[in-house]
């Protein structure tokens, strides 16, 4: 009999476990509760789920540590925070530590749903064929991007991008000039199929990488807005 795919909760209120334990279960996923971040860590590290749950505010160890040690134990188990801060800077925080994707409290659970199955989704996918050697490595001046290591680099330094930041950079490039709606860009990078809800995790990766990959992230020069429409990578540096 094939196992059940697992996901680990962490967070200490009992009322949003209990609430996410019913739900998921209801969906067809196996549950291992935890309520502070040392014991999570350790059910991470032991019991190799398909997905975590993490809050940020937990005892013992807080979410952002938790996470970091998960990254640095070599672990790429799907990391989806949980939390009620609206600080920005806490969401890139916690997606610069190796988390996948955030929602905010109070969530809808259709669409905490919805996420946990993109990750989980895409955790299992097959890395896609290799492209054409011709076309594994863009050059944009400065920029080079190299897609079948999964790198890119510019004045020949490398760029540290998470891999989600990586996706979205040669996703973007890959199709310069196009414009992308922030939801286009939920369902072709994060892997949300027919995507309805929360699009800022995309103004956050933008703004992220922006800071990564510009030299005045103010004033972009590679990724640019198109106002009342989307994002788009221009190609002529």
């Given at each position: 009999m094939e196992r059940k795919q697992r996901v680990l909760i962490v967070e200490d209120e009992k009322n949003i476990v209990d609430i996410l334990r019913f739900n998921l279960?209801?969906?067809?996923?196996d549950t291992l509760e935890a309520y502070d971040g040392v014991t999570g860590l350790?059910?991470?590290?032991?019991?190799?789920?398909?997905?975590?749950?993490?809050?940020?505010?937990?005892?013992?160890?807080?979410g952002f540590e938790v996470c970091r040690a998960l990254r640095e134990q070599g672990r790429a188990t799907p990391v989806l925070i949980l939390t009620a801060r609206e600080a920005e800077q806490d969401k890139i925080l916690g997606l610069d530590l190796?988390?996948?994707?955030?929602?905010?409290?109070?969530?809808?659970?259709?669409?905490?749903?919805?996420?946990?199955?993109?990750?989980i989704r895409r955790a299992a996918m097959t890395p896609p064929p290799e492209p054409p050697a011709a076309e594994e490595t863009l050059r944009f001046g400065r920029l080079e991007i190299h897609r079948g290591e999964g790198t890119a680099a510019k004045d020949g330094q490398d760029l540290e991008l998470t891999p989600r930041e990586f996706e979205l950079l040669a996703h973007l490039a890959g199709h310069a000039g196009r414009v992308f709606t922030r939801q286009e860009l939920m369902e072709r990078v994060w892997n949300y199929e027919r995507y309805v809800g929360d699009v800022r995790a995309v103004d956050v990766a933008i703004r992220r990488l922006r800071e990564k990959l510009e030299d005045d992230p103010a004033q972009p020069r590679y990724i640019l807005t198109r106002r009342g429409a989307g994002y788009y990578f221009q190609s002529d540096q």
């Amino acid at each position: 009999m094939e196992r059940k795919q697992r996901v680990l909760i962490v967070e200490d209120e009992k009322n949003i476990v209990d609430i996410l334990r019913f739900n998921l279960q209801k969906e067809g996923y196996d549950t291992l509760e935890a309520y502070d971040g040392v014991t999570g860590l350790d059910l991470a590290l032991a019991e190799h789920p398909d997905l975590i749950l993490l809050d940020l505010m937990l005892p013992k160890r807080n979410g952002f540590e938790v996470c970091r040690a998960l990254r640095e134990q070599g672990r790429a188990t799907p990391v989806l925070i949980l939390t009620a801060r609206e600080a920005e800077q806490d969401k890139i925080l916690g997606l610069d530590l190796g988390a996948d994707d955030y929602i905010t409290k109070p969530f809808s659970i259709r669409e905490l749903m919805a996420r946990v199955k993109a990750n989980i989704r895409r955790a299992a996918m097959t890395p896609p064929p290799e492209p054409p050697a011709a076309e594994e490595t863009l050059r944009f001046g400065r920029l080079e991007i190299h897609r079948g290591e999964g790198t890119a680099a510019k004045d020949g330094q490398d760029l540290e991008l998470t891999p989600r930041e990586f996706e979205l950079l040669a996703h973007l490039a890959g199709h310069a000039g196009r414009v992308f709606t922030r939801q286009e860009l939920m369902e072709r990078v994060w892997n949300y199929e027919r995507y309805v809800g929360d699009v800022r995790a995309v103004d956050v990766a933008i703004r992220r990488l922006r800071e990564k990959l510009e030299d005045d992230p103010a004033q972009p020069r590679y990724i640019l807005t198109r106002r009342g429409a989307g994002y788009y990578f221009q190609s002529d540096q």
